[in-house]
């Protein structure tokens, strides 16, 4: 008979999301917690994000401001442009909009391992378990089972015996498939997406943050995302090519680790030549190339049931046009640390941590499905029209984002 490991809280994911829960939880005084991560080597993997300020107030409580400012940029300021480059819309960003905190673009591998390094350091070097993937769980009298599998060792299985599980697995996430194995299917944009890092010599003041289409809704995102190259007069910036109408095949697993090829995607931008930047050249340089599609799922009329909760992308995964997935794991993190730590009944503050979270994030998913709309439904007006409807939307879109803050 295998006997069980005893802890408080099981995590499900060593992402941002269940990183961050690692270290509010040890915040609140709950230190025996356990990470469970797929993968049997954690490594800086993916392309750059954005952390929104109400993010990185959490980040900068936990004592990670140094470290984040070390690694990432602090945003000034988002440009729209047209495809020739010429400024449609100027917005503000983070410190410079009023915010009290930063807006960060940062390198999503290095945020994970910044983390990481932290959960370590105050949990302890065996808190995260590498090669281990949750595969079921059942409640018991006092607490909840949770049964994970091992990548080697012929797949055996390890249990934990704990108070509660925490699903931060991601887009695919099996205690997502456990609990709602019914609301699971993906929703494809009909809209397909290129990412890529390039290094550059200069990128606007270096602060800047730009969003460029045309009259088909064709579009590129970009802006630079690491510190340590901006220390070295240069930038590294992240670029996401985003183009509508695209054929899907959904039958292929949607990872945001599947390989692009150029060909595919610079066709798209042959002409996109704005004088201070070759988008082409841009492309062509990139290190590597990531191609999935854009998608999202419905929301969920509840997350969990009884000791068992979702965070992150396994509870509300979102079209990234607000840039919010990362942001609104890192506010679940914290706000679901909150609810544990003020209430000595876990199911009772499973529950209200879902009751705090999940409203919010339901509005954002909404929200960033009919931002998507409305940008691309302007692509074709002249660019006067373009200015005062972009003006409009951000201010749509702040206002129902301001409202998921921690408070």
């Avoid at 599947?258 to 492309?283: E, I, N």
């Amino acid at each position: 008979m295998t006997t069980a490991t005893q802890t408080d809280i099981v995590i499900a994911g060593a992402g941002i999301g269940g990183l961050t829960t690692a270290l509010a939880l040890h915040a609140q005084g709950i230190e025996r917690v356990v990470v469970l991560e797929s993968a049997n080597e954690i490594r800086p993997l993916g392309v750059g994000i954005n952390v929104q300020p109400a993010a990185i107030a959490q980040l900068f409580a936990l004592g990670l401001g140094e470290a984040i400012a070390a690694t990432g940029i602090a945003t000034r300021e988002l440009r729209y442009l047209d495809h020739a480059g010429t400024t449609l819309w100027t917005e503000p960003r983070g410190l410079a909009a009023g915010d009290p905190y930063p807006q960060y673009a940062i390198h999503r591998g290095e945020l994970q391992m910044l983390l990481l390094a932290a959960v370590r350091e105050r949990l302890g070097a065996d808190t995260v378990r590498t090669g281990l993937r949750v595969q079921d769980f059942e409640h018991t009298r006092t607490g909840i089972r949770v049964h994970a599998q091992e990548r080697g060792n012929g797949g055996s299985t390890v249990s934990f015996e704990a108070t509660a599980l925490v699903g931060a697995d991601g887009l695919h996430s099996a205690v997502r498939a456990r609990l709602h194995p019914d609301r699971c299917e993906l929703l494809p944009a009909r809209i397909q997406m290129w990412r890529g890092l390039t290094e550059v010599d200069e990128f606007l003041d270096g602060r800047s943050m730009i969003v460029a289409n045309d009259d088909r809704s064709t579009r590129l995102i970009a802006y630079p995302c690491s510190a340590r190259h901006a220390q070295h007069g240069r930038a590294l910036i992240n670029w996401v090519c985003m183009v509508p109408d695209v054929a899907q095949d959904l039958t292929r697993e949607a990872s945001w680790d599947c390989s692009g090829q150029l060909k595919d995607v610079l066709p798209y931008f042959a002409d996109w030549k704005f004088g201070w930047l070759d988008v082409p050249d841009l492309l062509s340089r990139s290190t590597q190339i990531l191609e999935y599609p854009m998608v999202d799922r419905d929301p969920l009329p509840r997350w969990g049931i009884g000791r068992a909760t979702l965070l992150g992308d396994a509870a509300h995964l979102m079209y990234p046009v607000g840039a919010n997935g990362a942001s609104q794991a890192i506010l679940d993190a914290v706000s679901l640390a909150n609810e544990l730590g003020d209430n000595s009944d876990t199911v009772e503050a499973l529950q209200r941590y879902e009751a705090v979270r999940r409203p919010p994030t339901t509005a954002i998913v909404q929200a960033n499905r009919d931002r998507d709309t409305a940008e691309r439904a302007i692509a074709t007006r002249p660019d006067p029209e373009k200015t005062a409807a972009l003006a409009a939307i951000t201010s749509s879109y702040r206002s129902i984002v301001d409202r998921s803050h921690v408070r």
